[in-house]
């Protein structure tokens, strides 16, 4: 059985599955949540109660979707799923009726799991659990990509609870069937306000104009904007994965040029990089700043394996650039430097260069489960810094949001 971190996907050879959940401690996971399988449309959307499968309504009106087993096991017969079915949503919440104070982070563990029909492990996606405060949660979903059904493991929380995971998926809490009441009783985002602008960095990964970017970018922005020497452009949000810190825009002018992921080998401890984005807003100039360095770590802060540690200087607003090889190809997502004033704070030591990117598999992850066919190639020879940031200069934009 494989196991999966959030961002990561298991193809589906089988047309029946079931899927499930479980948590720890079991009595009170069992009294206090509800969990249930959504099916979606091409926006994302429920599109009628029959799309909706649980305790309260154990079938789908199509008959592709079962809740086969109490508390919250369900039965999938992927050939049978309409096309106008593009994924298929795992969510738990908490019952709307208990207190503020029961979040996700009560439980010791959360896990979603899959099996084939005969009932063999496939595999388990274990929840990160440290001081959640969320009250829904997208677990995990199915999806098509060329033809072929994939799980990907997703963990999306919402603090608000049931009525914010109705709206993400364009229901109120009332479309929702009604649980039965409980049995018993029971790092650093940046904060916006209205007005406030904030800068950050995104790439174009496809030629109709899909940018990726952090989702801290343009986390709370009412406009966001594209802006380069050589475009300038409009951009909507279009597909978020908060919990893996991505998010796709798309532009209503496409850029000039298209980045291309990196097939073959992944990142390699010692190899050479490069980062292209537009830090601190402007005030080093309105054109893209490079900086380079060597990969460091092939993980992250607290032994996070959807991370890897880089050397090369970034600044505020680096957020979502393009981590390149020596090639100018794409094998990371700039997230995040180390906090130098607490570290030196805790330690006396003033940290240099100790900078994270999101491994460009869980960007390519991220882009299937939205649809995107994104551009790779197999690197060659290395090239200069000054050729690489020559080719970047038309796919890498400053992303300005207003709040």
Not at 7 to 35: K, M, R, W
Not at 221 to 248: K, W
Not at 338 to 347: K, P, Q, S
Request: hydrophobic share 40%; charged share 15%.
């Amino acid at each position: 059985m494989r196991e999966l971190q959030a961002g990561q996907n298991h193809p589906i050879d089988h047309g029946q599955v079931t899927v499930g959940v479980s948590g720890e401690p079991e009595d009170h996971f069992t009294a206090y949540l509800q969990t249930a399988i959504l099916l979606l449309d091409q926006h994302g959307r429920v599109s009628g109660s029959g799309t909706v499968v649980c305790a309260e309504q154990p079938r789908s009106s199509d008959g592709s979707a079962l809740f086969a087993k109490p508390p919250n096991e369900f039965q999938l017969n992927l050939a049978t799923v309409p096309t106008t079915v593009v994924k298929i949503a795992l969510v738990l919440a908490v019952k709307p009726e208990l207190p503020p104070g029961v979040t996700l982070g009560i439980f010791a563990a959360i896990r979603a799991w899959l099996a084939d029909s005969a009932g063999q492990p496939l595999s388990l996606f274990p929840l990160p659990l440290p001081c959640r405060g969320e009250r829904a949660l997208i677990l995990a979903e199915f999806y098509r990509h060329r033809e072929q059904w994939k799980f990907r493991a997703v963990g999306q929380g919402f603090a608000a609870g049931l009525p914010a995971l109705a709206a993400h998926f364009g229901m109120t809490p009332t479309d929702l069937p009604s649980p039965p009441p409980a049995s018993g009783p029971l790092d650093g985002r940046r904060q916006t306000g209205p007005g406030d602008t904030f800068t950050g960095t995104g790439f174009c990964v496809h030629p109709d104009g899909y940018v990726l970017t952090n989702h801290h970018v343009i986390e709370d922005a009412r406009q966001i904007l594209a802006r380069s020497p050589r475009h300038r452009c409009a951009l909507e949000l279009v597909f978020a994965d908060p919990t893996n810190d991505l998010a796709l825009l798309r532009a209503d002018s496409p850029p000039p040029g298209v980045a291309r992921f990196r097939d073959g080998l992944p990142a390699r401890l010692g190899e050479t990089v490069v980062v292209i984005g537009y830090p601190l807003g402007g005030l080093l100039g309105s054109g893209p700043q490079v900086t380079t360095g060597n990969i460091s770590s092939l993980i992250g802060p607290g032994d996070d394996t959807r991370a890897l540690q880089f050397t090369a200087p970034i600044q505020a607003g680096n957020s979502g650039s393009p981590l390149l090889d020596s090639d100018g190809t794409v094998i990371g997502v700039v997230s995040a430097k180390l906090n130098a004033i607490r570290i030196h704070e805790l330690t006396g030591d003033v940290p240099q260069n100790i900078n994270f990117a999101i491994k460009a598999m869980l960007a390519r992850g991220f882009l299937e489960a939205a649809g995107i066919d994104y551009h790779s190639r197999v690197p060659t020879a290395p090239r200069t810094a000054t050729d690489i940031a020559a080719e970047a200069r038309d796919f890498v934009v400053k992303i300005e949001c207003h709040g």
